[in-house]
């Protein structure tokens, strides 16, 4: 078996760490580097993932409040539960410590905080030669980011940076890369489709989960006139058939899509976006220079991206049930021309490519030490 140049690491918590990871490997694999992707999950018991999954989802989903004060409260380096937490995660996935130890990749990129955990104790303590890097994926920096082994830290933005720094993580040790991306969505912001008379194209997303009010914002376009959406349902089972029913209902002109592997195809057609906060949807609609209403962003990590967003004038946050009152107070030209531009000049172009430039760097000092 060839020894990979790059291992890169994410969790299936969310389609957001699983693109940052593709696009990573896509830039190293475009530089002539062996790339293997690792899910952390396939190399822990099912029920541990299954279990995971479903507290993320239904903590997000069900219980936002709590979802938030628990984001929140966690958001602080030691605690007294430290020490178990740390145990039980070096006993669930000691199968990740031992397979990425037998690949002995020049380097580790993870695009997800759990990992971090396990593969910063085997690099502490020698088992993990590589230096392993953290790619932080939203507009904020969790305390949960911040392991200790981890040899150097990719931020999105000055901020995410800066809490990085308040965790006790060495400045020297971040670079401010931006977050990982598909090459195509950079390229999107010289596609920009001239906004007049004619009809307005909305892209309304729901993550790859298919988590979102779509309803709600499918029906608050009943008396707008000259719009047509495209709404993509992620893998919510029978979304689809329940989009396209209340968009007949309501007389909502709508091509309804369930999961779209080349989303940049369909950001690409669009005047602005509609949909939540994660980190890579806010990520990709912004360097494309596409103007975003966010709705339903969680408390935590989805609302500090909402308020990144917001903060620079490329993007508004209704209602579920005002999203079109909105659109038809921001469809002029020149207002969706402005906040395209400020929403362009809030990520770093070819962000996958800067991640992978510094990991190239790291290694050859580290093998020149």
């Not at 903590?59 to 938030?68: I, R, V, W």
């Not at 929140?72 to 178990?84: L, V």
């Amino acid at each position: 078996m060839k020894r990979p140049d790059l291992v890169v690491i994410h969790s299936p918590v969310g389609g957001g760490h699983k693109a940052a990871a593709l696009a990573t490997a896509d830039a190293a694999t475009r530089r002539g580097l062996h790339v293997e992707l690792l899910d952390t999950f396939e190399h822990a018991a099912k029920i541990v993932g299954d279990t995971y999954l479903r507290a993320h989802l239904t903590g997000q989903g069900s219980f936002p409040d709590a979802y938030g004060a628990a984001f929140f409260a966690a958001n602080k380096t030691g605690g007294a539960f430290e020490p178990i937490r740390r145990t039980a995660d070096a006993a669930l996935f000691s199968n990740l410590v031992h397979h990425v130890c037998e690949l002995a990749p020049r380097a580790v990129v993870s695009t997800h905080h759990l990992p971090l955990v396990v593969l910063g104790r085997a690099r502490r303590y020698g088992w993990l030669k590589a230096p392993l890097f953290a790619v932080v994926t939203d507009y904020t920096s969790h305390a949960c980011w911040v392991e200790k082994g981890v040899d150097g830290f990719f931020a999105p933005c000055a901020r995410a940076r800066h809490e990085l720094v308040l965790h006790g993580v060495d400045p020297t040790r971040i670079l401010l890369t931006g977050i990982p991306i598909r090459r195509e969505f950079h390229a999107i912001a010289n596609l920009r489709a001239p906004v007049g008379t004619e009809t307005l194209k909305v892209l309304v997303t729901s993550g790859g989960f298919g988590v979102g009010p779509l309803a709600a914002i499918v029906k608050s376009f009943r008396n707008v006139k000259n719009v047509e959406l495209t709404v993509v349902c992620g893998n919510a089972k029978n979304a689809v058939r329940e989009i396209e029913r209340e968009a007949r209902k309501y007389g909502v002109s709508a091509r309804v899509l369930g999961f779209e592997k080349e989303m940049y195809k369909r950001v690409a057609e669009a005047h602005l976006v509609v949909g939540k906060a994660g980190g890579l949807t806010v990520t990709e609609t912004m360097a494309a220079g596409r103007p975003m209403l966010i709705v339903g962003a969680v408390p935590g990590n989805e609302k500090l991206n909402e308020d990144f967003v917001v903060r620079a004038g490329a993007g508004l946050a209704p209602e579920a049930s005002r999203v079109g009152v909105y659109v038809e107070a921001i469809r002029k030209p020149e207002v969706l021309e402005e906040m395209g531009m400020n929403a362009r000049a809030l990520v770093p172009h070819d962000s996958a490519e800067h991640v992978v430039d510094a990991v190239i760097a790291a290694t050859r000092a580290e093998v020149a030490a």
